[in-house]
């Protein structure tokens, strides 16, 4: 099954990557899941929490104060201004 | 003579802890600049992302933004120069601060109005000395930046951008900073931050790797306005890094010439010494022997 490559970046440090099989994020307008195979896409994304679950791992989820995350040909790049790993869900 | 050679022990006594000093500071900074090497390029990825991103937009999307559109005239130009809080680096400050005169002088002679903003306490001290004005100072952090001061600097300089000749505002903003080529060479380096020239990134981006054909939500103009005040951010904190790394690759190699030069100054004294106290030896002996030589006679 094809995957995410997830990437999540902050503004001064990396902060996370690797496969994942859905991302949800909040953006301006609501909420919004990622499944591999998604229309290209480019959102800004508002303060909350985004929600990653990994291939292999159990599901986190990750603290941001707003940013914006691109999605292209199953790769995944979310772009905070600050991001802080949070508890798996 | 007793006092020939005891200013020359004081002499060496004083570089050899000023060779000390140099010699800590080298390596407070040698051990500081892989950290704040590591640091630019942990700041890479973030770039790389938002360029990206404002290149499919700009790309894509024919939307006009207040931050990229050129004014019809430019009146009044902001410069904004970056250089260190300490001393002791060689001619890092004092090269930004030239690079920054001849710009200054560049936009007066174009017939534009300049506006200074400065960020280390060494440009506000050459300011002050010259009684020249600046709009505002940032200092503190120039060694280690933080990304809360870029985004205050952009802040500033956006509001800045947004008012209106007429009320004080600037048509486009300069920043001058060094740029980090290697341990060895560092540049002072001028770039012109807005208006935006976002197709300079063109000419970086693969060939082969076509941007995909994005949906905007909510819409290309908002993604553009929550975009591009990051995108400047970005560059503005690789500035800092940049500089920040530069500082530190001048400090230590002032600190490595200094520490050098006192070594040399330490043998040459030495040498001084030794020749004034066997110059009081010379001396004491021929006096004795012309003193024996009278009682005998």
Same mark, same amino acid.
Do not use: C
């Given at each position: 099954?094809?995957?995410?490559?997830?990437?999540?970046?902050?503004?001064?440090?990396?902060?996370?990557? !690797?496969?994942?099989?859905?991302?949800?994020?909040?953006?301006? *307008?609501?909420?919004?899941?990622?499944?591999? !195979?998604?229309?290209?896409?480019?959102?800004?994304?508002?303060?909350?929490?985004?929600?990653?679950?990994?291939?292999?791992?159990?599901?986190?989820?990750?603290?941001? *104060?707003?940013?914006?995350?691109?999605?292209?040909?199953?790769?995944?790049?979310?772009?905070? *201004?600050?991001?802080?790993?949070?508890?798996?869900? | 003579?007793?006092?020939? &050679?005891?200013?020359?022990?004081?002499?060496?006594?004083?570089? =050899?802890?000023?060779?000390? &000093?140099?010699?800590?500071?080298?390596?407070?900074?040698?051990?500081?600049?892989?950290?704040?090497?590591?640091?630019?390029?942990?700041?890479?990825?973030?770039?790389?992302?938002?360029?990206?991103?404002?290149?499919?937009?700009?790309?894509?999307?024919?939307?006009?933004?207040?931050?990229?559109?050129?004014?019809?005239?430019?009146?009044?130009?902001?410069?904004?120069? +970056?250089?260190?809080?300490?001393?002791?680096?060689?001619?890092?400050?004092?090269?930004?601060?030239?690079?920054?005169?001849?710009?200054?002088?560049?936009?007066?002679?174009?017939?534009?109005?300049?506006?200074?903003?400065?960020?280390?306490?060494?440009?506000?001290?050459?300011?002050?000395?010259?009684?020249?004005?600046?709009?505002?100072?940032?200092?503190?952090?120039?060694?280690?930046?933080?990304?809360?001061?870029?985004?205050?600097?952009?802040? &500033?300089?956006?509001?800045?951008?947004?008012?209106?000749?007429?009320?004080?505002?600037?048509?486009?903003?300069?920043?001058?900073?060094?740029?980090? =080529?290697? +341990?060895?060479?560092?540049?002072?380096?001028?770039?012109?931050?807005?208006?935006?020239?976002?197709?300079?990134?063109?000419?970086?981006?693969?060939?082969?790797?076509?941007?995909?054909?994005?949906?905007?939500?909510?819409?290309?103009?908002?993604?553009?306005?929550?975009?591009?005040?990051?995108?400047?951010?970005?560059?503005?904190?690789?500035?800092?890094?940049?500089?920040?790394?530069?500082?530190?690759?001048?400090?230590?190699?002032?600190?490595?010439?200094?520490?050098?030069?006192?070594?040399?100054?330490?043998? =040459?004294?030495?040498?001084?010494?030794?020749?004034?106290?066997?110059?009081?030896?010379?001396?004491?002996?021929?006096?004795?022997?012309?003193?024996?030589?009278?009682?005998?006679?």
């Amino acid at each position: 099954m094809a995957e995410l490559q997830v990437e999540i970046v902050a503004a001064d440090h990396f902060v996370w990557s !690797g496969a994942a099989k859905l991302v949800k994020a909040r953006s301006v *307008d609501g909420e919004i899941g990622v499944l591999p !195979g998604h229309v290209p896409m480019l959102s800004v994304l508002a303060s909350g929490e985004l929600e990653i679950a990994p291939v292999s791992e159990a599901r986190f989820t990750v603290q941001i *104060d707003g940013g914006f995350f691109s999605v292209d040909s199953d790769r995944v790049v979310i772009v905070a *201004d600050n991001a802080v790993i949070g508890t798996a869900a | 003579m007793g006092a020939q &050679i005891r200013v020359y022990r004081q002499k060496i006594g004083s570089t =050899k802890s000023m060779a000390k &000093i140099f010699k800590a500071m080298e390596l407070i900074a040698a051990s500081r600049i892989g950290k704040a090497r590591t640091r630019v390029s942990a700041s890479l990825p973030y770039a790389n992302a938002i360029t990206r991103a404002v290149t499919a937009v700009a790309s894509q999307a024919d939307v006009e933004h207040p931050l990229t559109t050129e004014p019809a005239q430019v009146r009044r130009a902001a410069v904004l120069v +970056m250089t260190s809080d300490r001393g002791l680096a060689g001619s890092y400050s004092a090269s930004v601060l030239k690079q920054a005169e001849h710009l200054v002088e560049l936009l007066r002679e174009d017939g534009k109005e300049v506006k200074t903003y400065l960020v280390g306490r060494k440009a506000q001290a050459y300011f002050d000395f010259r009684s020249r004005g600046y709009e505002r100072v940032w200092t503190g952090d120039t060694d280690s930046p933080r990304f809360e001061t870029a985004r205050e600097l952009r802040d &500033i300089l956006l509001e800045d951008f947004a008012t209106d000749y007429e009320q004080g505002g600037v048509d486009e903003i300069h920043v001058v900073y060094t740029q980090f =080529k290697s +341990m060895v060479t560092q540049e002072p380096t001028v770039i012109r931050l807005l208006p935006l020239e976002v197709v300079e990134d063109d000419s970086e981006t693969p060939t082969d790797e076509l941007l995909p054909l994005y949906e905007f939500e909510p819409s290309p103009e908002e993604v553009l306005d929550a975009l591009l005040p990051r995108y400047i951010d970005s560059r503005l904190f690789n500035a800092q890094l940049q500089s920040a790394a530069s500082e530190l690759a001048a400090r230590q190699r002032a600190m490595k010439a200094a520490g050098d030069n006192a070594g040399e100054l330490i043998k =040459k004294f030495t040498r001084l010494l030794n020749n004034a106290r066997q110059a009081e030896i010379t001396q004491e002996l021929s006096e004795i022997i012309a003193g024996a030589d009278a009682l005998d006679s």
